[in-house]
């Protein structure tokens, strides 16, 4: 995800509108791997203050995801804001607040992703009211009404009173 800025270097201060959109290949971040259902779409402008350029956008992922109580599939829409500078070369570039370029193009990805990354729910539900499994026969409670009995933890009190009767 590429924009141009050139035109934004001949008028310093003056903020310049622009939209992207791109379908990244699916991302590893830490133990997960993040992928996408459709494109990610970023609005906002971008200035030049004679030194580095701040880009400043709204952005909109649509993520595949996994329900975390009822395991379905499903594909979460994430919304999310960032402004970030870009500064010129390398040696300046070098500590974790602004990303680099070079020539007269921003590129975005790195830091559209990292942004995403910060707003990615540890864990999604499908719903507010997922109900979730039975934790005794796996089905899915949102659809299928089982009959199981739900035991607390303690299962000695369940288990026949012979077995508790040392010999
Ligand atoms: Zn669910
Ligand atoms: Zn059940």
Do not use: H
């Amino acid at each position: 995800m590429r924009i141009r800025v050139a035109n934004a270097v001949r008028q310093t201060g003056e903020p310049f509108p622009f939209e992207a959109a791109e379908t990244f290949a699916p991302q590893r971040f830490g133990e997960r791997t993040v992928s996408f259902a459709g494109p990610v779409t970023v609005s906002g402008t971008y200035v030049y203050d004679g030194k580095a350029f701040t880009v400043s956008a709204k952005a909109k992922a649509a993520v595949d995801t996994m329900c975390a109580r009822c395991t379905k599939p499903f594909v979460e829409e994430v919304e999310f804001s960032f402004s970030e500078r870009f500064v010129k070369g390398e040696d300046e570039a070098t500590d974790d607040e602004t990303y680099p370029y070079s020539g007269d193009e921003l590129l975005l990805d790195k830091a559209v992703l990292d942004n995403l990354f910060l707003e990615l729910p540890i864990a999604s539900v499908c719903r507010e009211d997922c109900k979730g499994l039975c934790p005794v026969c796996g089905a899915d409670r949102n659809t299928t009404e089982c009959n199981c009995v739900i035991q607390e933890a303690q299962d000695w009190q369940t288990r026949p009173v012979s077995d508790q009767i040392e010999e």
